[in-house]
């Protein structure tokens, strides 16, 4: 069975800049949920999406946004990119997102770099 | 916040076994403890979860104490391999809870 999949790996963009990630959950797995993981703050959770609905969230300004499709791939967007955004940014899915099988299995991540 | 305190950094020598503790004294009765790891540069990789029982997979253990405020996670023969963060979680498996993961343990193995 494939695994998470994300494009782009890496990703180089100017601040102003708005960019598109696309995750591809594992077959049957329908909850996605996404990460920012940088030097400083570590593994941040930017939220999650189960049967298109966003059912959690983490804090982070409104420029983070996601969607959830009905084949349960997913994409988040940031814009007006600063500096800051610079990280490597994880998704992960699991089966549902709750219950004894919520262990989540995470994608190889895409870097992305603001200069 | 992470609900859980690790150390920040262990070694241990290839073949022997890698026991890694974790904090967990706030822990409520229908909250479970998720153990990960992230090779550098990769996602991270789910390793086992439990919420009293001791767990075994072809991975590794996990042993929780009796009144569950700490538990260890156990690499019977470490190899090159498992030099990673370890993430010890707290988490209920019910409701909108995320997984907070906190700064984890860095453990090297030593050739």
């Known amino acids: 069975k494939a695994g998470v999949t994300q494009t782009p790996r890496y990703l180089i963009k100017t601040r102003g800049q708005q960019v598109t990630l696309s995750c591809s959950p594992i077959?049957?797995?329908?909850?996605v949920s996404w990460y920012q993981q940088t030097p400083g703050q570590g593994l941040q959770f930017l939220f999650e999406?189960?049967?298109?609905?966003?059912?959690n969230k983490g804090n982070f300004p409104g420029r983070f946004s996601g969607r959830q499709f009905s084949n349960s791939r997913s994409e988040m967007n940031v814009s007006t990119l600063e500096l800051g955004d610079s990280a490597l940014y994880l998704c992960?899915?699991?089966?549902?997102?709750?219950?004894?099988?919520?262990?989540?299995?995470f994608g190889p991540g895409t870097r992305l770099t603001v200069t | 916040d992470a609900k859980t305190t690790q150390p920040t950094s262990m070694d241990c020598a290839e073949g022997r076994a890698a026991n890694l503790p974790c904090n967990h004294s706030t822990i409520s009765g229908n909250e479970y403890v998720y153990w990960y790891r992230q090779i550098h540069s990769q996602g991270p990789q789910y390793i086992i979860h439990g919420l009293k029982n001791n767990e075994t997979n072809e991975m590794a253990s996990l042993i929780i104490t009796e009144d569950r405020k700490s538990s260890t996670l156990i690499l019977p023969h470490a190899t090159l391999r498992d030099t990673a963060v370890y993430y010890c979680?707290?988490?209920?498996?019910?409701?909108?809870?995320?997984?907070?993961f906190g700064t984890g343990t860095r453990l090297t193995i030593i050739p």
């Open positions: 077959s049957g797995h329908r909850s």
């Open positions: 992960a899915s699991s089966l549902v997102p709750a219950g004894t099988e919520y262990e989540q299995y």
């Open positions: 979680i707290v988490r209920s498996n019910f409701g909108n809870e995320k997984l907070t």
């Open positions: 999406y189960f049967s298109e609905t966003q059912r």
